[in-house]
């Protein structure tokens, strides 16, 4: 059974002769390795995570407020085997050491009834220490000098600053700014150096944008535009949108948008997930010559939110379709020195198509209920040529087609609350790496079809006055009830890492408390 155990604590501060206050918060968490099949190898890893930080505000002059945020999270997780020992002695660990510290700063000024600005800048430090490795059940001298030389560094600046102002133009909103992001990626954690990566990226982007109404405000449409120059892309990229919304006298919207994106060339925090598997690493880096990723999209719905009778209730129906041109992709490029390299490429252009709709109703004043579904097809034009010639070798992987959810939540009392939440994940392609064949030295790379999940969840909170000036909140429930998780999960020292899929937790109960000062 997995054991997770949290404690959360928040210390308001309030100054009414300032106009400031803010609050302190804290909390810790620890969760036990969990192996489901019972092979020795976790499923789910030991988290230990610490968090510290606080929140202010502070008005300095008339309609201009200033707000701060500044915090720092300690995380260590490891999974693998023999958790008693160095992540080096295991037969096989991955282990990550987070340290990260982050803050905000954002000054709000209104200066009339038609104009506004606001000015915002946040950074992101995160220092990683890294293993991916182990003696592989071999604990030869040798093999234990191998072992120590799988632990890694990465170090992750990031800036960010932006301005935006709003004018109001007899009814039309004018809005314009300027947002600038810098990072740094320093990552040595792989065995070889020249895969090592030390690179600086940087965007500046430039955006406009006009909100106008018309037929007494029955009519909005906002039209606008953004310019962004990548340090990536030679040539800066122009994303136009357009989006328009008709209320009409009853509560019904219609809606109506097309807009456009693009995502840059540069490595992405998960791609610094480095599995081990079979004594060998494998990580994902960007093929050379890599090109921006373009999307194209159009959607539409209806949504209403009203009365059936006395009875509050809203709904909303929206269809889309996306054009991605150059999408990303992975494919397998081989292996070099301990080393199993997957290249991030430029794959054909592929497509998303689907609908969701969502439903939610308050029969009685202490009861809501919400649903929603969702359905889509994603597809790119030509197979994967890792997989090419099986089922699914089209698909986006691990993306269920098929999803929805249902939500219960009953005040019993003021202070004391109920809730159900129920999840149904659909059935999805996911690639499964296997060790080679005898006699060959590439592992071999299959789809496999997902099984489908009904998830339900069960809970309770309670909230009460300590002693005047502190609340305690107390949750209470259970997770994934019916026990709903994958059952054909790899064994022993060579199973793949990544063959994961459906609901991330078996059943489990938990217990939370939350100190309000």
Known sequence: MVSDHSLGAVAELVSHDYKSGGYVYASARHRNPYDHNGDGYSELGKITQETVGFNYYVDLVEDGELFVNLHHIHENRRGGN???????????????????WGGSFKWTHRINSKFDYRLVTSFALTDRDSYYGGVFEDYSDESRLEALKAYGKTNNPLYFAGA????????????AGVQLKTE?????????????????????????????????????????????????????????????????????????????????????????????????????????????????NISGGIDYNGFWGDTPILFA????????????AIEYVGEEDGIRLFNRVNADNATVTGFEADFGVRPIDDLELRAGVSYKQAEYDHENP???GQEGA???????????????????????????????????????????????????????KSDSYFVLDLGASYEFDLNGTTDMKISIGCKNVLDAYQDDLDFGVDRDPAYLYGPALPRYGYIGTQLTF
Do not use: W
Not at 164 to 175: E, P
Not at 424 to 429: I, K, N, R
């Open 394 to 448: 089209k698909k986006f992987f691990r993306t269920p087609d098929l999803s929805g959810n249902f939500r219960a939540s009953y005040d019993v009392t003021h202070d004391f609350n109920l809730f159900l939440l129920a999840k149904f994940l659909g059935e999805a392609y996911v690639p499964h790496e296997l060790p080679p064949l005898e006699g060959e030295e590439d592992p071999q790379l299959i789809l496999e």
């Open 386 to 388: 890792d997989f090419e």
């Open 82 to 100: 023999r958790f008693d020992l160095p992540s080096h002695e295991a037969d096989i660990a991955e282990a990550l050491v987070h340290n990260r």
């Open 184 to 296: 740094n990626v320093k990552d040595n954690s792989v065995k070889n150096e020249f895969y090592a990566i030390d690179q600086t990226f940087s965007n500046v982007g430039i955006f406009v944008q006009d909100n106008m109404h018309f037929l007494d405000n029955a009519l909005e449409m906002i039209v606008g535009i953004r310019m962004d120059k990548h340090s990536e892309l030679e040539d800066p990229v122009f994303s136009p949108r357009v989006t328009a919304r008709y209320l009409f006298d009853n509560g019904l919207n219609f809606r109506l948008a097309f807009g456009t994106g693009f995502k840059a060339p540069q490595p992405f925090d998960e791609d610094f997930h480095i599995e081990a598997i079979d004594g060998d690493q494998r990580v994902i880096r960007n093929a050379p010559g890599l090109k921006a990723e373009h999307s194209y």
């Open 164 to 175: 935006t102002a709003n004018y109001d133009l007899d009814g039309q909103l004018i809005t």
């Open 317 to 328: 129906l929206t269809g889309f379709h996306t054009n991605l041109s150059d999408a990303f």
